[in-house]
């Protein structure tokens, strides 16, 4: 990179709760858009998650670590539980990048895009949309499947299913 070109980071935000195979197969993606990305996850208390912070932090991390093909560029995991263009400011990205599934998600991605670009007109918002193999999964379906001790193993890696598995163990 020669000393004329920008440094381009990005950041990956969700509360991965779980992370998924979604969720990876997008930080794959993610990766060789930018020079480092970092993969975000929010505390958000307010969505009740499943997982503690830490373990969320953690399950990600593992499966981060665990990606044969470490993608395009650095990874790096963080959290955070301020706005999420604070934190993009705090980290220097220049995209916040987000997944899509359906049209369903288009709505609200929308408006937080909107949002954000009124709190810093600076970080642009890129939207990659979920392969068809993966559109139909969300963490939400993955917990609900798992509570009713369905087989979650296609759609989560085997750390993952593990948590779930003793999270649900009754």
């Avoid at 301020?82 to 990048?97: D, K, Q």
Wanted: aromatic share 10%.
């Amino acid at each position: 990179m020669s000393s004329s070109s920008k440094y381009i980071t990005g950041v990956y935000p969700g509360s991965f709760d779980p992370v998924t195979k979604g969720h990876l197969h997008l930080i794959r993606r993610a990766s060789c858009l930018v020079d480092k990305l970092i993969v975000a996850v929010a505390e958000n208390a307010g969505k009740r998650p499943l997982f503690s912070f830490e373990e969320r932090y953690e399950m990600l991390q593992n499966d981060i670590d665990a990606i044969p093909d470490k993608g395009c560029c650095e990874i790096e995991v963080k959290t955070f539980s301020s706005l999420l263009v604070h934190f993009a400011e705090e980290v220097n990205a220049s995209y916040i990048i987000r997944g899509l599934r359906a049209v369903s998600d288009f709505e609200y991605e929308f408006q937080m895009t909107g949002m954000n670009a009124k709190l810093d007109p600076q970080i642009e918002t890129l939207f990659l949309m979920a392969s068809d193999q993966w559109q139909f999964v969300s963490s939400s379906f993955v917990k609900e499947i798992s509570s009713l001790r369905g087989d979650v193993g296609e759609f989560v890696t085997p750390q993952v299913e593990e948590r779930l598995k003793k999270k649900f163990k009754n």
